[in-house]
């Protein structure tokens, strides 16, 4: 049986680590949608057009240990902003919302654009100041040379052009609920985000 939970919210806000951890309470399949952009946004840091980069994008692609970059993250959120990008990733990510088990997906237009229809919806947040911190520990653990400053830069450039973007820009499903991570542990935040799709299951 399908059945959807859709994760939005801005960067850093912990909706990677929440959907990865409500997919794996409930046995569902996890995609994070941000690595569809970035892996675009990687090939065209090789001068590979945007919309051929996206169109012909391998599952493989996904993989590439080196994704997670903030120059990576910012020719994502630039790619992101181009609407045959986008339209060359929709089919594959409505397929996989829908496979036969449930689904797990997580980036800024699921609720919204990809899957508006998701059985659940979760806007997730958190204060700049603590997405900014939560993923400059994560950056220097993997050896990145960045600071704290820079780390708030990055994420207050993208989710300016996220939000400002014609295309399914970045914001919350009018049906979604909103989580806070700001004070919120992990646990905390994944016992709140299960609470809400038991409360769905049920209903
Ligand atoms: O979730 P992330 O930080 O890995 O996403 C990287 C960029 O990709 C983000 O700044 C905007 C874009 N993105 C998007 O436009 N739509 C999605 N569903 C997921 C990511």
């Known amino acids: 049986m399908a059945f959807t939970i859709a994760i939005d919210g801005p960067a850093a806000a912990g909706k990677g680590t929440v959907a990865r951890r409500v997919a794996a309470h409930f046995g569902f399949a996890h995609l994070d949608t941000g690595l569809l952009y970035r892996a675009t946004g990687r090939r065209t ?24 970059s903030p120059e990576i993250a910012q020719a994502a959120s630039r790619v992101a902003a ?7 990733l929709i089919d594959f990510q409505r397929a996989f919302a829908r496979r ?3 689904a797990v997906l997580d980036g800024r237009d699921i609720g919204t654009v990809i899957c508006p229809d998701a059985e659940v919806k979760l806007y997730v947040t958190a204060s700049d100041d603590v997405r900014a911190a939560r993923r400059h520990i994560e950056l220097t653990g993997k050896g990145h040379d960045i600071t704290y400053d820079e780390v708030l830069d990055d994420l207050r450039q993208r989710d300016a052009r996220d939000s400002a973007r014609a295309t399914a820009p970045l914001k919350p499903a009018p ?4 989580l806070d991570t700001s004070r919120l542990s992990i646990e905390e935040a994944v016992a709140a985000a299960i609470a809400e799709v038991e409360k769905k299951r049920q209903a």
């Open 175 to 178: 049906d979604a609920v909103h």
């Open 45 to 68: 840091m090789d001068g590979v057009d945007p919309v051929t980069a996206a169109t012909e994008l391998q599952a493989s692609d996904l993989d590439a240990d080196d994704l997670r």
């Open 100 to 102: 036969a088990g449930g």
């Open 82 to 88: 181009i609407p045959q990008v986008r339209q060359a």
